[in-house]
């Protein structure tokens, strides 16, 4: 573990697409068993960072270390193998296998030639208990007949059986009710716990006092705060992030 | 708990927990780990459907329907389009088709007839057969996994230039082997009486790759590209490869049945086969593979080969036309599919036929 905790740290990042400019000079540190929130208008630049983060785009300038290590992140796939879980709106399941299969897609357990399914269920079913989802009727039941919040739940649920290093979640209440929005930031406190890192991306501010613990606010493609949560209003969240004032 | 591993102790912990804040949890795990619920729910309607068709020809046939000669004729009859259909159903769950397997049985069975009729060993004939077969797979693979294109496209294109290549080389004459061959007699001739060999090669085809789609990594990466590439994609399941094997498989399935074909008749013209690329789809859809892919079971492929076999020998016993085969297979896929679509809305709410 590198010193203060840093899962990941970026120094000076910006990306250009031709001669607009998405992000400019973004240096961020992102700590184990913490709960950070990038907030930002529309096109702030906030989804092109974590789309950095993630190994989706590549930074014009600036470095990325991970975990101490100075890194590039070719793709997504190799973000994934470093320890970088990130879990999109569409989540990343398939709807007509079970959620033992789902979980461990791509990692499967065999034993021999043949899938330890028994295994795989067990396990799925310790780490799903782990972070709190217990009201499963069925681990061997097939994805689609889970709400939202239960999806979430596997998605995050696989980032820490995995044992990722930090786990970044875009909108991940943005389809789900009051009470289920409730069950993922207990999933998610579960994971912060477990001392992963934790990025959110969300809009709803409201939401956003409630579960983080640092804000993190872009701006025009640039960081114009970054601060913990000390209860700062939600008008207060509003207007640095509708005119870049300080937190 | 002696013997039980780390990973049971701590779920038992786990469920203990649970119980304790009164959560029920004693069926949380299931452990119907052979194959997931809603896929028996569709065998189980399938089959129940194919035992109704049964009890209405043996009633129509005055009992001749359920004569152990029949069950050997249908046995027989079907293995060839059987195995065929397995090879089709795992490319369709993984969310392929494959419209070529008549061409394919057609040209594999017509080279291993002539490289036979010339002279060349059996067991080398029918390796060029099955190299032939995972060829013409291969090419439909790369094809449509380079280009982007369907594959529903690409192999309509294949099934055209493999049948028209084959009436070059043949004319569409029939090639008949007329001395005997131990390899040919082992592919298709007689195991007892009327009971051939190629209803066995079509079990052992059906239980490898039923191992392989259900009890394995690669089955478990199958149905999720069927389901969801993306997903998929995003777990890091080599999805490219995954499809290329599967085109290989469909096409090394369809070139074992043309070869056993040959072993059976002992002679092998161009437009055998011509029928199985949609008849082969229809035992899938029939046996609950979704047209959408990531559904679907070998056993079910089974079972639908089963059914439109019985209809083919029930319409004969029953003195009915045996034109009428084609109309029901018709109706029977309609309804088939309408029976699945509803299971699946029953069973989990949302289309997936």
Redesign the interface.
Known sequence: MSEDNVVLRTEKISKRFGSLVALEDVSLDLRGGEITALIGDNGAGKSTFVKIISGVYRPSEGHIYFEGRKVVLRS??EA?RLGIETV?Q?????????IA?NF?????V?NG???D???M???T??ML??IGL?????????V??LSGGERQAISIGRALAFQKRMLILDEPTSALSVKETEKVFEYIRAAKQKGLAIVVVMHNLAQVRAIADRFVVFWHGKKTADTYNKGQSEAELSEAVLYGTPL | MPGASKEERSVKAAQKGLEQNGVPTRQLISHNWLWPSLVRTREIGIAVAGFLLFVLFTIFSHGQFLSLRNWTVIATSAAELGIVSVGVALLMIGGDFDLSVGANFGFSGVIMALMIAHGYPGVLALLACLAIGAGIGLVNGLVTIVFSIPSFITTLGTWLLFTGINLIIQGGETISILKYSNVLHILGGSLYGDFTWGAVWWLFTALIIGILLHRTAFGNWVFAIGGNKMAAREAGVPVTYARIMNFVICGITASLAGAITLGNLQSMQVGYGSTYQLESIAASVVGGCALTGGVGSILGAVIGTVILSMLDSGLLLSGASPYWYEALVGVIVILAVAMHTKIGHFGRGREEV
């Not at chain 1, 569409?90 to 079970?98: K, Y």
């Not at chain 1, 217990?134 to 097939?142: E, L, S």
């Open positions: 997504a796939a994934r999109h569409d989540l990343g399941l398939v709807n007509s296998m079970s299969r461990f897609l791509g990692l499967e065999s030639p043949f899938l399914i028994r295994r269920e067990s396990e079913f310790r208990s782990e217990v009201n499963i009727r069925n681990i061997g039941q097939d689609s007949r």
